[in-house]
């Protein structure tokens, strides 16, 4: 399997008309073309750029996607805005989509504003806080860019997670899609009723760009309780009980013997352990073959 590329511009590049008639509210835009590819001198892994026909004529949607606040993004952003309209020579509609509140109080800032020596330079742009998203109107009008983030939206709980998924299924969006939406699912729901609800494929999710900057720099700064909860607690106690999860599902796997791999697991301390063992779950052929994965881990903890 190649490295899954399911990161935020791949997501908002999928059926972008829907999402942009969504922002802006204007059901006669027309997205003509997606300019990303062109424009890579300037725009980073997460940005899309798209020509745009409306009312008002020709006009280019910049649209840039954040994990979390970042401070810089002002001035990112009037650099971006600026060298778009220099090279396409038309107006431009710059937004950020912050998936993940920031901590504390702090001000998610909507311009760049800057002045030296008399002379000012000002740049607006749009922030869309996912936060403050309503879940049930992005699947009721099938906005399938944003399908895979409606967990960390206004209202989500399991049966919106559940909605997802099935909304995902039925468009054939792809396991890489539902991997995503249940990565975000982990900070509101437990690992286990992810997995009854998400087909958790560790090595796509292991591989996604959001997996990596989540476990780089999420657990590194703490982000906050919801990503502590869902990743932390997902090597350790919640990982055990997503393998136990898998076992049952894909293994019958007894009430007894449930216990002892139960009582195995929680020997492992090693959150890099429970992680490989939770890839074996998903993968390994037969629980006998599991079983072996893990003795071999736990004879590792007595060497």
Not at 199 to 224: A, D, F, K
Request: charged share 25%; proline share 5%.
């Amino acid at each position: 399997m190649g490295k899954a590329d399911i990161g935020s511009k791949r997501l908002l590049e999928t059926e972008a008309e829907t999402w942009v008639r969504w922002l802006l509210d204007d059901p006669s835009l027309r997205v003509e073309a997606t300019l990303s590819g062109e424009f890579q001198f300037v725009l980073r892994q997460n940005d899309v750029l798209l020509r745009v026909q409306g009312k008002r004529g020709p006009f280019l949607m910049l649209a840039e996607s954040q994990l979390h606040f970042d401070p810089t993004m002002p001035r990112r952003m009037r650099a971006y805005a600026a060298l778009a309209e220099e090279k396409y020579a038309q107006p431009v509609y710059p937004i950020v989509f912050y998936w993940l509140p920031p901590q504390g109080r702090r001000e998610l800032v909507g311009h760049y504003h800057s002045e030296f020596m008399g002379l000012v330079a000002h740049q607006d742009f749009r922030v869309v806080p996912a936060w403050e998203i309503d879940a049930r109107e992005v699947l009721s009008r099938e906005i399938m860019a944003l399908v895979p983030f409606v967990p960390l939206m206004q209202g989500a709980d399991e049966e919106i997670v559940r909605e997802g998924v099935s909304l995902l299924r039925k468009r054939d969006m792809g396991e890489e899609a539902e991997v995503v939406l249940g990565l975000f699912a982990s900070f509101v729901m437990t690992p286990e009723q992810v997995c009854r609800i998400v087909r958790w494929n560790m090595v796509v999710l292991r591989e996604s760009p959001w997996y990596q900057e989540i476990v780089q720099e999420g657990l590194q700064q703490g982000l906050q309780q919801g990503l502590q909860q869902g990743l932390q607690q997902g090597v350790l106690e919640g990982q055990r009980e997503a393998i136990l999860h898998l076992l049952r599902a894909r293994f019958d796997l007894s009430m007894a013997a449930a216990d002892e791999v139960g009582k195995q697991l929680r020997e492992i301390e090693d959150p890099a352990l429970l992680r490989t063992l939770v890839v074996e779950a998903a993968q390994a052929e037969n629980l006998k073959t599991f079983l072996a994965a893990l003795d071999g881990e736990r004879g590792n903890l007595t060497k």
